[in-house]
């Protein structure tokens, strides 16, 4: 049976929302790509079973520190995307980040119309970027743009909370100790023991073996941090590569970010898409 990750784990820090895409242009790969860069973002389609207008109310009123990207070449039933964005704008001010994608158009004319609508008649934050028909540009592009907003919050990565079957082992003097892992980033993890372990912050352990949600890996660890964790310890590792310099070696942080970017996006969605459902029943006349 799979754990239930409290709302507030899955809601805090600051995310971005790619809202009816083209994804000639922003593919789903991205996605993953970004987290690598500190972001945590998604992609919102059009369907027929939960208005665009809904799915967006849902978004901003579950996740309140949030950065909307609308893609305004999208043809949506119901939505004029100029005067869709202004009412968003107007409704919520701060409270949101607002951008705008479109594919790049042929005249400067037409670019400088957009601009000037979006960035100074709505006063939108985060941009009016017109994307490449080379879509390998356009990661360069909008990673530019949520840099510029701080799309990452008040984190450097991305951190995924671990199920309670994750664990970590390791040899210190023949003496084995073994922990539970309770989040993983690219760079750090924290792991909590029943006793403490015999290493001092700024100490180094080799070879730990670290299970996370099935992902099993060997690495070393620098111990940055720890401190008393519900009757037990918790310590705050760095990961170190084998020549000693922070962070993973290419071939397992590539592993690592698959792991979290899955762990992480399938919470959102889950949540997502439930109130979603309960949405669309409620539109449908259904009692939820």
Not at 183 to 212: K, M, T, W
């Amino acid at each position: 049976m799979e754990e239930t990750i409290p709302t507030s784990h899955i809601i805090e820090g600051r995310k971005t929302f790619f809202i009816a895409p083209d994804d000639s242009l922003l593919p789903e790969k991205y996605l993953e790509d970004f987290m690598a860069r500190g972001y945590e973002t998604y992609i919102i389609n059009d369907d027929r079973y939960c208005p665009l207008r809904v799915k967006v109310d849902i978004i901003i009123q579950t996740f309140q520190d949030s950065i909307l990207f609308f893609y305004i070449d999208s043809v949506i039933e119901g939505i004029d995307w100029p005067t869709y964005i202004l009412e968003l704008q107007s409704k919520f001010d701060k409270n949101i980040l607002i951008g705008v994608l479109y594919s790049k158009r042929p005249t400067a004319e037409e670019k400088k119309r957009l601009e000037r609508y979006y960035l100074f008649d709505v006063g939108i934050q985060c941009g009016c970027i017109g994307l490449e028909f080379q879509r390998t540009k356009n990661f360069g592009l909008i990673d530019k743009v949520m840099f510029a907003n701080q799309a990452c919050g008040r984190r450097q990565n991305v951190r995924a909370i671990c199920d309670s079957s994750s664990k970590v082992v390791f040899e210190i003097s023949n003496m084995q100790y073994t922990g539970r892992v309770l989040d993983v980033s690219l760079s750090h993890f924290s792991c909590a023991f029943e006793y403490s372990i015999d290493v001092p912050v700024g100490g180094r352990v080799q070879n730990i073996l670290i299970s996370i949600n099935g992902l099993h890996f060997i690495t070393d660890a620098l111990v940055v941090m720890n401190r008393a964790y519900t009757n037990s310890t918790m310590y705050v590792f760095v990961f170190l590569s084998p020549d000693g310099k922070k962070g993973l070696e290419s071939d397992i942080r590539a592993k690592v970010l698959q792991k979290t970017y899955q762990m992480i996006s399938d919470k959102v969605k889950n949540l997502l898409w439930a109130k979603f459902d309960v949405a669309r029943k409620a539109l449908r006349g259904r009692v939820v």
